[in-house]
């Protein structure tokens, strides 16, 4: 008779320890990975995906698992990451570099980059409610167009692998449910999901099973040793919260992230002395607000001939909030940079030359989104209300 290793109700399954999260990891790379001749890792240069590259990397150099014909790195860099997350992932590429890996940096065109999208074209910062456009313009666009060019060049599908774990957010879980059976998978076996033939790639996460307790032994402790890599990875943890990243259970974004309530990870951050001259950054969020205000954008009247329900929907930014949102945020900079030249860190370029000076042109000649002139009123004007159906209600008069 079978003992049931459980011993009370309680107590759930045992956890998986380190060296079988790393076991369970080369199983799906072998059951998978023969498969295709390319494999291709998208690199944000977060915890997770930095762990899912330099294991990776280990596991070939260590002979664990055989490579493929190549293996294509594309670093996402979105101009918008925190400071420590930033130069973590130059070191890394350095290092990458030293055992024979070269990384694609992705990045947004020039029009399309968050900073210059909105005070170059003039469109309001993101939010959650309308208009969160901020994702697909700066990080999946891009990759998705770099992903098109491999394949195309190579002739075949690759098989992308994502940093993708369990437990990551309750959205993502959601589709990891979804997706985990397909092809007779299981989690512990990385999610593998075949697409169409004519698809770019099939993706395989093989560290989905990981704990995040996993994910920090690997970056501050195994990674940075010779025998695993000698990758600078515990330089991430600062991102996150220094030593106590793991207890935070933190997760980062853009600095200054228009979508959320607080800048939880900068905040994390500025505790730490070293990164407490990149306080200025608090002061981004506040502008991103500023330009979502009425008196800075432009407003349709509702008496254009358009087919639009939202006859009088806001618009864009004007010129003059543009150029004050431009120079508060160089102000940032030179501040950041000033205490970065007195003490050895590195320096911040929210707005470097190219992209100051794509700005000044978008300005000079006159650029505003599609269907709109600059010549609209701001939206802090009372106008008569223009329904959906074309009625008017004119403005109500009070006094003389």
Same mark, same amino acid.
């Given at each position: 008779?079978?003992?049931?290793?459980?011993?009370?109700?309680?107590?759930?399954?045992?956890?998986?320890?380190?060296?079988?999260?790393?076991?369970?990891?080369?199983?799906?790379?072998?059951?998978?990975?023969?498969?295709?001749?390319?494999?291709?890792?998208?690199?944000?240069?977060?915890?997770?995906?930095?762990?899912?590259?330099?294991? #990776?990397?280990?596991?070939?150099?260590?002979?664990?698992?055989?490579?493929?014909?190549?293996?294509?790195?594309?670093?996402?860099?979105?101009?918008?990451?925190? /400071?420590?997350?930033?130069?973590?992932?130059?070191?890394?590429?350095?290092?990458?570099?030293?055992?024979?890996?070269?990384?694609?940096?992705?990045?947004?065109?020039?029009?399309?980059?968050?900073?210059?999208? #909105?005070?170059?074209?003039?469109?309001?910062?993101?939010?959650?409610?309308?208009?969160?456009?901020?994702?697909?313009?700066?990080?999946?666009?891009?990759?998705?167009?770099?992903?098109?060019?491999?394949?195309?060049?190579?002739?075949?599908?690759?098989?992308?692998?994502?940093?993708?774990?369990?437990?990551?957010?309750? #959205?993502?879980?959601?589709?990891?449910?979804?997706?985990?059976?397909?092809?007779?998978?299981?989690?512990?076996?990385?999610?593998?999901?075949?697409?169409?033939?004519?698809?770019?790639?099939? /993706?395989?996460?093989?560290?989905?099973?990981?704990?995040?307790?996993?994910?920090?032994?690997?970056?501050?402790?195994?990674?940075?040793?010779?025998?695993?890599?000698?990758?600078?990875?515990?330089?991430?943890?600062?991102?996150?919260?220094?030593?106590?990243?793991?207890?935070?259970?933190?997760?980062?974004?853009?600095?200054?992230?228009?979508? /959320?309530?607080?800048?939880?990870?900068?905040?994390?951050?500025?505790?730490?002395?070293?990164?407490?001259?990149?306080?200025?950054?608090?002061?981004?969020?506040?502008?991103?607000?500023?330009?979502?205000?009425?008196?800075? @954008?432009?407003?349709?009247?509702?008496?254009?001939?358009?087919?639009? @329900?939202?006859?009088?929907?806001?618009?864009?930014? /004007?010129?003059?909030?543009?150029?004050?949102?431009?120079?508060?945020?160089?102000?940032?900079?030179?501040?950041?940079?000033?205490?970065?030249?007195?003490?050895?860190?590195?320096?911040?370029?929210?707005?470097?030359?190219?992209?100051?000076?794509?700005?000044?042109?978008?300005?000079?000649?006159?650029?505003?989104?599609?269907?709109?002139?600059?010549?609209?009123?701001?939206?802090?004007?009372?106008?008569?209300?223009?329904?959906?159906?074309?009625?008017?209600?004119?403005?109500?008069?009070?006094?003389?």
């Amino acid at each position: 008779m079978k003992t049931n290793p459980q011993t009370n109700l309680f107590e759930g399954s045992r956890r998986l320890q380190m060296n079988e999260s790393i076991e369970l990891t080369i199983q799906s790379l072998h059951a998978y990975g023969p498969k295709y001749n390319y494999w291709c890792m998208a690199w944000s240069g977060g915890k997770d995906s930095t762990t899912l590259v330099t294991l #990776i990397v280990w596991l070939i150099i260590s002979k664990k698992i055989n490579p493929p014909k190549k293996i294509y790195i594309m670093y996402a860099d979105t101009r918008l990451e925190l /400071t420590p997350l930033f130069y973590a992932a130059q070191t890394i590429m350095e290092e990458l570099a030293e055992h024979g890996y070269k990384v694609e940096v992705v990045m947004a065109a020039m029009e399309n980059r968050f900073l210059t999208y #909105i005070l170059g074209r003039g469109v309001p910062p993101p939010n959650n409610a309308t208009f969160r456009w901020c994702t697909s313009r700066i990080k999946i666009e891009p990759m998705q167009h770099a992903l098109e060019k491999l394949v195309g060049d190579l002739g075949e599908k690759v098989l992308m692998l994502t940093g993708v774990r369990q437990g990551e957010s309750a #959205i993502r879980d959601a589709r990891i449910v979804l997706s985990c059976s397909k092809n007779g998978s299981e989690c512990g076996q990385g999610w593998y999901q075949e697409t169409l033939p004519k698809a770019l790639c099939d /993706t395989l996460a093989p560290i989905l099973h990981w704990r995040v307790c996993h994910v920090w032994e690997w970056l501050k402790h195994w990674a940075p040793l010779p025998e695993y890599g000698d990758f600078s990875t515990e330089l991430i943890a600062d991102a996150y919260g220094g030593d106590e990243a793991e207890e935070l259970n933190a997760r980062t974004g853009c600095m200054g992230c228009p979508l /959320t309530d607080k800048d939880t990870a900068l905040d994390n951050l500025l505790k730490k002395p070293k990164w407490a001259y990149l306080s200025p950054l608090k002061r981004l969020r506040p502008i991103y607000r500023e330009l979502r205000k009425p008196q800075n @954008r432009l407003r349709k009247t509702g008496k254009e001939i358009t087919n639009e @329900r939202n006859k009088q929907r806001m618009g864009p930014i /004007t010129m003059s909030a543009r150029e004050s949102a431009f120079n508060e945020i160089l102000s940032i900079q030179d501040e950041i940079n000033e205490a970065a030249e007195l003490t050895g860190m590195p320096k911040v370029f929210l707005l470097n030359h190219e992209e100051q000076e794509f700005i000044k042109t978008c300005w000079a000649n006159n650029l505003w989104p599609n269907k709109w002139t600059g010549e609209e009123p701001t939206a802090d004007i009372p106008m008569d209300t223009v329904y959906a159906d074309g009625s008017i209600q004119p403005l109500i008069q009070f006094g003389n």
